[in-house]
Every structure is written in C-alpha cells, then in structure tokens.
C-alpha cells in the first residue's frame, strides 16, 4: 500500500536551515555574517556611473581578500586550507548580494588563480599563487574568441616557441580570434591566463595555457596587447570585460602551464597524454569548478527572488473575501502559488543537487584526495555540465516569475529583482552556453553507452536495449500503449516510487530513442554530420532526462539523511510537488509514448493544486531557511510600514473580481 505523506503543521525554519545548509553548514554561516557586516561595501550600484561601479566591486574584492575565505580553497602550500567545497559554497552565497562581486571573485580566483593552480606546476605556483589569493596580482580568464565560443578546441590565437630566444611568441592573426568578454580585462587585470594553439618546430599540438602580462606597473599595457572595453552590458556593470589582442606578444618558454604538456629549451614536445584530444579534454575536466560555481550562484539567485516574492505575496492583498470582507493576499490564490511554489520545490531539488555536485568535486579536487579514476572524473564533468544548464535556465525562468508575480513593484530598481534579472541573465551563456553543455552530455552519455556494449555488462545493457525494442515495437506494430506501460500497470501517481520509475524510463528510453536514430552513422558509411544533426532534438531531450532523474535522485538522498521528522516530512511534500511539476512538464511525450494514460494525465494538475494548498501555510518557512541575509533582502514593497493594515473595500461582485484579476 502506498504511504501517505502529509506536510505537518509546524516546521522550525531554524531546524529547516540547519538540514538545508549541509555539509559547509559553518562556511554559510560564516559568509551570512560577513554578508551583513558589510554591507555598504558589498551592495550594488545604484547611482554610481561605471567607473565608480568598477571601483566599488573591486574594492568588495578587497574586502573579500581580507575575510580570508578566497584562501581556503587553495593548497595548503601556498597558504590555503584546501576546502575546495568550502570556497565554492562560500562564492555561490555571494548571488544574494551584489552579482558582479560573485563574477568578478570568481574570475579572480575561481578561473584566473584555478587554472594556475590545476594546470601549472610548482614554478608557478610558488611564483604566482600567493600574489593572486592575496588580490595582489589581479588577473584574467582569456579562452573565449569573437569566432571561436563554444568550440574551444579550435580557437586561432597562437603561440609559437622560438629556440632562440627561449621564447613563446602570442599573436592574434585576426580580428575573429581576438579574446572576447574577458572579465578583468578592461581596467583591473595584469596577466592573463590565455588559451592558444602550442606551435613549436612547425607542428601544432592543440589548445595550451599560458602565463601573458597584459600590464605594466603602470597600468599601462604591455608591448604588442591591445586591450578595448567592452562597455555597458545588460547586466554586471561592476565587472570589467574587455577585449584582447597580441600581436608578436613575447614570453618567457617557462610561462606556458606544464602540468600536461611542456617544451624543452630546444623547441621540442613531450606530454603524458599523447592523444591531442584526449589531452585537450583531461586540461578542460580540471577546471569544471567554473561550471559549477555558476550553478551555485544561480540557486543563489533564484532563492533570493523566491524570498522576496513570497514575502511580498503575504503582503500584497487584492479583492475582498465575499464571506467576511477581508482582503485577500495574493499567495492565497492558487493561479499565484502555481507560479511561485513549483519554482520553490525546484530550487530546492537542485539545491541538494547542487550539495551533492560539490562534494563530489571536494572529494575528487581537494589536496590528499588521492588518484581519480577516469570514470569518476567523466561522471563529474557530466554532471557539472547538465546542471550548470538547467540551474542557470531555472534562474532565468524564476526570477522571470517572481518579478511578474510582484507587479508593478518587481519592475522598480529598488526591489531588487531587476537586478537579479539582467545580472544572472548572462549565466546561460558563460562557462558554457547551455545548448551546448546538454549535447556535450549527450555525446558522453552515447560514449558510455558504447563502452557498455564493449564491455558487455548485461546488467547496464538490459535497460537500453528495452528501451529500443520498446521504440521498435511502437514504430512496427503501433501498439506503443501496450508494449510501453507493462512495466508500469497499474500505476499510481501518489506513489512517490513511481514517480521516480517515469523519470526513470524517461531517461533510458529518450536515449535508446536517441541511439536507434543515430545507429547508421554508428555503423558507419553515412554522413554522420547529418545524421547527428538530424538527431540534434533527440539528445537534447535525452540530456534533459538525464539531469532529471539525477535532480530527483539528488533529493530523494538528501530526504533519507535527515533525522527530523518534522523538517522530512516538509521536505518530502516539497519533492512530490518537484517531481509532479517535471512530469507535468513533459506530460506530451509521457502520452504519445503510452506511459501514460488521458486519465492518468488529467489527474496530474489536480495534484499540483493539492500540494500548492498544503505547501501555502510552510512557503515563508521554506523561502527563510535559505538564510539570505535581511539586509539583502530589505527593499520598499517589503517595508513593514507600508503595509500597515486599513479599511477593507466592500467585496466586489465574483465576476468583477475574476475581470480584474
């Protein structure tokens, strides 16, 4: 029999935040406090012109500096704590102040001091390490050109090793392969860590990393770098982004990263991983913590909207209840909390996912943590990819939602969410446009698949091969209903296992879908370009099924380790609403493939209605648990004073209150 789960009465949001925070429960705590002490210099920008913006966020950055929270997630040798987990947990709780502060600190030692660290080797950090955690040595990420975004692969800039002098020469053949939207770059930036096509003895041996001075003491910049600003944007006006190219740019041989690769003084090449591509891709996997400190910070983001919507929506009254005259607020209509509370359930879901990410990656990254195999890295990267996507479009799409559900007043500067809209705007874009993340994780989910067939594990093989003679059945015979709901007869949409068993099948049989279409190319003799092209929809839909069942997964962990019945059984009415709303959302293909019925579809949105209802009374609790400061969240429609209470209109008629509202 299925169990029942009721949300109780009464859930302390002290003892909600205690399971929320986890594993870095100390390193939130800490950020929260420092987040509220300073507050002047860590809030956004007001008035002030760029310039003086530019100045304010690097002068947050100092602050930052001297909190001692940008060190620890660096090597003990170098005077770090090695909390990598700790670090990115910290960076990501910076959405709920300024945006810019978040981007820039994560370019300054997310991006810039990580690739030092990951990719070079001793002589650079014990020369450079230390100078860039202290913000001594600010300094840019340069892999993106104009021409060459998403392909990183094939980017045009160069740098040929000349025996002669012992010298890397940096050049930029043309405009297209200029460096483009590099933070830092425009006004604060001294070196760069730049990415060119390693050219030594006349060979080319793909992407490297290199050490470029982009500045003298002066601020001035070096022989041969021309630097541009990329000027107002959208959003992130504090960060600097700029534009960079070299021309007959030299540097030291010594300046090229070496961990993978090097060349000895004589122009020749040595490297550890001999395939180019491979190589290419193992230089990529180290630096994931991009990827996810950017899903992090768009949690951040999307719980601070979720907060000051939910709050201005307990708030905000419209129209008269007929019986007793009373205003009503707004969260108690259900076309609102249908906005707001499947949003709140989500960000919770990937919340736990995005915990979940982040040991993964201590565990893996942190120094002492001994040899990583190949698969765990893989697995990691997948992740990273699959989430970075869907947490940054969640953030788009909630803080879209919760700007509409305020009105008027979510429109206005002072409240807050415009700001949070054209800043995290950006974040589907940078450190990998999201398009692309899902059909680079489709790619490496048909790796695996072709890894599993060679290996022969019968007991990974099954599900997929069900899954195509499912297609194949439903394709030849027409009874797709049939063939597709057996394993699932007799299913019951209160049951929390068999929500999870459609997320499930979901996953399997859109990447069985996927795999079936793709089989001639597979075995060879088509144009597997077209082929691929032509599926391009397929693995995009077998990605997102993916990163669904893993966001589901991710939480249905975090809901056995919690001990407080009171906060599980809150939580666990949050992860129904979470998973109905994403099988609501694909309700069209749950049809057409027959796992689902016309009357089992139906019964769907009556149970969203239901768990909105019974989640409506906890929706402060939940939004106050994610512990963004009360400084970060203060702002006129959320004034106490305004909302003082007055005299209630007389009711007006059912019908002129469904007109007007």
């Not at 008035?47 to 913006?53: F, G, R």
């Not at 300024?98 to 001091?113: C, E, H, T, Y």
């Not at 939207?181 to 041996?205: E, P």
């Not at 534009?243 to 961990?259: C, E, K, W």
């Amino acid at each position: 029999m299925t169990r029942t789960r009721v949300a109780p009465e009464h859930v302390d949001a002290g003892a909600l935040r205690t399971v929320v925070d986890g594993r870095w429960a100390h390193v939130r705590e800490e950020t929260r406090a420092q987040l509220a002490a300073n507050d002047d210099g860590l809030r956004g920008a007001g008035d002030l012109t760029t310039e003086e913006y530019r100045a304010r966020i690097t002068g947050a950055l100092k602050i930052l500096t001297s909190s001692g929270r940008p060190h620890t997630g660096f090597d003990p040798t170098v005077g770090g704590s090695g909390d990598v987990g700790g670090v990115v947990t910290a960076f990501s709780m910076l959405a709920y102040g300024d945006l810019s502060l978040l981007v820039k600190a994560g370019v300054q030692w997310g991006l810039f001091g990580g690739a030092v660290q990951v990719l070079g080797t001793e002589r650079h950090h014990e020369r450079y390490l230390r100078r860039i955690i202290d913000g001594e040595l600010l300094g840019c990420f340069a892999m993106t050109e104009a021409g060459h975004g998403s392909d990183v692969q094939h980017l045009h800039t160069t740098a040929t090793y000349d025996p002669a002098a012992q010298e890397f020469v940096v050049d930029t053949p043309y405009p297209q392969a200029r460096k483009s939207y590099i933070g830092n770059a425009a006004r604060d930036g001294r070196m760069a860590v730049v990415f060119a096509q390693l050219i030594t003895r006349g060979t080319r041996h793909g992407v490297h990393a290199f050490l470029v001075p982009l500045r003298d003491t002066d601020g001035n910049p070096e022989p041969g770098v021309t630097i541009a600003d990329d000027g107002r944007k959208a959003g992130l006006n504090g960060v600097d982004n700029g534009r960079l190219s070299f021309s007959g740019v030299r540097i030291p041989r010594t300046h090229l990263l070496n961990r993978f690769a090097d060349v000895a003084a004589d122009g020749s090449y040595s490297s550890s991983i001999e395939n180019e591509t491979a190589r290419f891709f193992t230089m990529l996997g180290t630096l994931v913590r991009g990827r996810i400190s950017v899903a992090g910070g768009a949690g951040g983001a999307a719980q601070k909207a979720l907060a000051l919507a939910v709050r201005f929506g307990e708030r905000r009254r419209q129209f008269s209840h007929p019986g007793t005259g009373e205003e009503i607020a707004v969260l108690d209509y259900l076309a609102h909390q249908r906005k707001l509370l499947p949003a709140l359930a989500t960000t919770y879901a990937l919340h736990f996912t995005q915990d979940d990410l982040v040991k993964r990656m201590h565990d893996i990254q942190a120094p002492g943590a001994g040899p990583v195999g190949a698969r765990e890295q893989r697995v990691l990267e997948q992740s990273a990819a699959g989430i970075k996507a869907i947490a940054t479009w969640h953030a788009t799409h909630t803080i879209q939602t919760c700007r509409e559900a305020c009105g008027g007043a979510g429109y206005l500067e002072e409240n807050l969410l415009p700001a949070l809209k054209a800043d995290t705007d950006v974040f589907t874009t940078f450190e990998g446009d999201n398009t692309v993340l899902l059909q680079l994780l489709a790619k490496e989910l048909l790796s695996d698949y072709g890894r599993t067939i060679r290996q022969g594990n019968p007991l990974r093989i099954a599900p997929l091969l069900g899954g195509q003679l499912a297609g194949v059945l439903a394709e030849r015979t027409g009874v797709a209903s049939l063939a597709r709901r057996l394993p699932l007869r007799g299913f019951d949409l209160t049951d929390p296992a068999r929500r999870r068993a459609l997320l499930q099948v979901r996953r399997t049989d859109t990447l069985a879908t996927a795999i079936r279409h793709l089989a001639p190319a597979l075995r060879g003799g088509a144009d597997e370009f077209a082929v691929f092209n032509s599926a391009q929809d397929l693995l995009l839909d077998a990605a997102r099924a993916h990163v669904d069942a893993l966001v589901e997964q991710s939480f249905a962990d975090a809901l056995q380790r919690i001990a407080d019945p009171g906060v599980r059984g809150l939580l666990e009415r949050v992860h129904d609403l979470h998973v109905l709303t994403t099988i609501d959302r694909e309700r069209a293909w749950y049809l057409e493939t027959g796992r689902l019925t016309a009357a089992e579809s139906r019964r769907i949105r009556p149970l969203v209605n239901e768990l909105c209802a019974e989640l409506r009374p906890h929706a402060r609790t939940l939004v106050d648990a994610f512990g963004v400061p009360e400084s970060r969240l203060a702002c006129p429609m959320l004034d106490d004073e305004a909302w003082a209470p007055g005299p209630s209109a007389p009711a007006a008629p059912v019908t002129e209150q469904v007109e007007a509202g």
